[in-house]
């Protein structure tokens, strides 16, 4: 039997997508070469803005005419967070989908791969409220990086933001759990990996008293004895981050030079709206924090213009704020309302053209501050990890600084999955050329 997935959205929907290929590999399925070879084939969705949903509509509809024409058995899955919000609705618009299985309910998919071996349709009621639980592992077979869940959902309920409702309440993974899966993906060989949670830095373990900060130095403390060089995570909101976790993050090298930290506005009346439980001096004076025991880091952010309400000298601010902190890159995109959530009722809805020009005015100044940071660092010794072959020259290898910037550089494909040391010698628009690697023995 054979699997096809076709995963959307965010890094946590890559992880859930390969725990649920561990699980097909456990029973004997092997992963299909493309759709038409598949047996099953699922979509792992994503509801954060409506061009994700049209995206998976059209993935659906392509799906369901092909079932229809389909001679042979094939089992239509539909997962993740799209699942989770409109459930049997999807099945009414498309007969040919034969399970809805949202964020909390991955617990039945043995069972759908069982019916799926025996050509029959599982008799389940996928429970959308079920209680979540971690899969026990993450990893992609024969890949150098690993995503790692530590946490699960969201508690702030920003007013634009539809992940609470599809994702539902913060739960946090055992440290005993997600130290088991480190060992384990260092032990097949995974250099890097990345910490995940809609809200990673709320991460709490109860039973033990174990915040964020506390839960990085336990893994800080094992990694030596693993082959991972490097710990990443995503994505920490600054309404949660504490001076505990710079301390730790300053104290050990094994934690990656970059942090994104998802500012969203600049001005404070749009910052409460929001709901995002900070001011902009509040931010700003985090980071401050974060540079004065880190001088080395670089950041990224996320920005939303065109709320509702939004004057010309909100934005102002939004733009003051980019210039005092100068992030090395920013998702940058204008206010969709998203239907479920509390911004989707506000009135004072900003016009289109209004929308697109500010956040042209957001873009150019990001691309100002991109530019220069990039140019400074020219002529630094950097040590990286590489990646893969880049697409643009099969004689190039596409690697990665500390800091989460890209260098290009001559290189073979045996060179994959090893650090090595380079020069950052010019820039071609945001990526680096080097001249020469130097592979780093272990």
């Known amino acids: 039997m054979k699997y096809y997935f076709e995963t959307y959205g965010c890094q946590m929907n890559s992880a859930e997508s390969a725990a649920l ?63 989770q919000r409109l459930g049997d609705k999807l099945i009414e618009k498309y007969p040919q989908v034969d399970y809805v299985m949202g964020t909390s309910a991955r617990s039945n998919f043995p069972l759908i791969l069982e019916a799926a071996e025996r050509g029959q349709r599982a008799a389940l009621d996928i429970n959308e409220k079920a209680v979540f639980s971690f899969s026990r592992s993450h990893i992609e077979e024969g890949q150098f990086r690993s995503f790692i869940p530590i946490m699960h959902g969201c508690n702030n309920f920003c007013s634009y933001c539809i992940v609470p409702y599809v994702r539902g309440r913060e739960i946090s993974r055992s440290p005993e759990n997600i130290i088991e899966e480190i060992r384990l993906v260092g032990g097949r060989g995974v250099r890097e990996i990345t910490l995940l949670g809609q809200n990673v830095n709320s991460y709490r373990w109860e039973p033990s008293d174990i915040d964020f900060s506390k839960l990085l130095k336990l893994i800080a403390e094992e990694i030596p004895k693993t082959a991972v060089r490097r710990v990443r995570f995503l994505s920490a909101n600054p309404a949660n981050f504490s001076v505990k976790t710079i301390e730790v993050l300053a104290s050990d090298k094994i934690f990656y030079r970059h942090l994104h930290l998802p500012v969203q506005h600049g001005s404070d009346s749009i910052l409460k709206a929001m709901n995002r439980g900070y001011t902009a001096d509040v931010f700003i004076n985090l980071i401050k924090e974060i540079r004065a025991a880190l001088p080395d880091i670089t950041l990224s952010t996320d920005i939303l ?110 060179m994959i999955g090893s650090f090595g040391k380079l020069t950052l010698s010019s820039l071609k628009g945001n990526t680096f050329r080097a001249e020469k690697l130097e592979v780093i023995k272990e």
């Open 305 to 414: 213009v065109g709320f509702p309400g939004e004057t010309e000298d909100d934005l102002q601010k939004t733009l003051l704020l980019m210039e005092e902190i100068k992030f090395l890159y920013s998702y940058m995109y204008h206010f969709n309302p998203r239907e479920g959530t509390k911004a989707f009722e506000l009135p004072n809805r900003i016009d289109e053209n209004v929308k697109k020009e500010r956040l042209s005015r957001v873009i150019a100044l990001q691309k100002k501050h991109t530019n220069a940071l990039l140019k400074a660092r020219l002529g630094s010794e950097e040590i990286v990890l590489i990646e893969g072959i880049s697409k643009k020259n099969a004689d190039e290898l596409i690697t990665r600084t500390e800091k989460d910037e890209m260098v290009a550089v001559p290189g073979s494909k045996p």
């Open 21 to 83: 290929a561990l699980v097909c590999k456990e029973r004997g399925w092997t992963e299909a070469d493309d759709s038409g070879g598949a047996d099953l084939i699922l979509l792992n969705t994503c509801s954060v803005r409506l061009t994700a949903e049209q995206r998976a509509f059209g993935r659906i509809a392509h799906y369901a005419g092909i079932k229809k024409k389909n001679k042979k058995p094939l089992t239509l899955v539909i997962a993740g967070c799209m699942a």
